[in-house]
Structures are given as C-alpha cells and as structure tokens.
C-alpha cells in the first residue's frame, strides 16, 4: 500500500507494466478485447494498454476508445456537463465483445456504475472488466477492479490527483492533496480530480 504524497513516473508506468501483464495473462487469446478508458481519466491509461497489448509477446487484437459517463452522473446537479466534453467513441461493436473499462482511481465506484449503464446503451458485451491505475478505497457501491495498479492509502478528506500526459511520459505523476472545504470545492475545479 503507497502512502506517498507523491509518486513519479517510473513508479506509474511499472504499475501500467503490471496492469498490462495482468491483463494479457487472463485473455491469451482473445480476439475482440475491447479498452474503454472512462472520460477523461482513464483515456490516456487505455491508450497505452491497449499498446502494450498488441506490442507484447501475445499480440493481441486489443483497440482502444472512450466512453462519457456525463447524461449517466447520479450528481449531475453538482457536476453539470461541460461545454467541451469528450463524447463516447467505441471502434467496434461491444456486442458479444470482451469490454474493460479503463479508469485513473477507483474511490466511490459511482463514475464505474455510470461507465456501466453508458455502456450497455451502446450493446450487450460478453464480459466486463475494470482496470484501474490506483484504489484508493473508500467505496460506496459493490464495485471491484479486476485489474489494478496501486492501492493508496487516502482519507475521506484527501484528494489524488493523476496526470498521465499524452504527449510526455516522464512528466506522469500521481500526488495527495488535502481536499479544500466543500464550499471552496464549487468554486475551484482541479482539472485532474478524481472520486
């Protein structure tokens, strides 16, 4: 368990290398492996497994894309949809596909239950799975990963804030931060805040 405040890039991508291998391990030989990073947390995380998938010794077919969970928020009086939003992009049919939703925390489980009820707009999978880069427990919801990176020790009172960068790798970091008081947490936004 990382009580770290703060944990570097090469700390986070031997944990995407395990989450990759895991991964690879349970499905040798599966055809249609669908990555669905949760918007936008979990994109950039999908992306690079689905990467590693097809780079590794196994070669799987693995195809990434994005699912938005904005119209299925159970809070979505607190958190309106944005104007500029990241839309639902699946490169194939989920039908009878095997689906792993792909996010940056775990913490609630709400954002997953909301990731689940997008997805089965979309089509009935042959299985769904979760991958997360880090639990950091406190769920509210009987939601699992299947896969996962990092568990960290954070209170109710604590924020974990991800930055996985597109375009640098070494610029990757995960940090703990106390959480501003609910009345400030409306008016200031951490573009990375995650629950």
């Not at 890039?9 to 669908?34: D, F, G, N």
């Not at 109710?156 to 960068?165: S, Y």
């Amino acid at each position: 368990m990382v009580t770290a405040k703060q944990l570097d890039a090469q700390s986070i991508h031997e944990a995407i290398a395990r989450l990759a291998v895991a991964i690879a391990a349970r499905h040798p030989t599966a055809t249609r492996l669908l990555l669905l990073g949760i918007a936008d947390g979990g994109m950039v995380l999908a992306q690079r497994l689905a990467a590693m998938l097809r780079s590794g010794a196994s070669s799987q077919r693995a195809s990434s894309g994005a699912i938005d969970i904005s119209f299925h928020r159970d809070d979505i009086d607190d958190h309106p949809i944005p104007k500029e939003f990241v839309p639902t992009f699946i490169p194939q049919d989920v039908s009878n596909a095997t689906v792993i939703l792909v996010d940056d925390v775990l913490h609630s489980g709400r954002t997953v239950k909301a990731a689940l009820d997008e997805l089965f707009d979309h089509g009935r999978p042959a299985r769904v799975e979760l991958a997360v880069l880090i639990d950091r427990g406190g769920r509210r919801l009987p939601i699992a990963a299947d896969y996962c990176g990092l568990t960290i020790a954070a209170t109710e009172n604590q924020r974990v804030f991800v930055q996985l960068d597109p375009n640098d790798p070494g610029r990757d970091f995960v940090r703990i931060d106390h959480a501003a008081p609910a009345a400030d947490r409306k008016s200031k936004k951490p573009k990375t805040e995650i629950s």
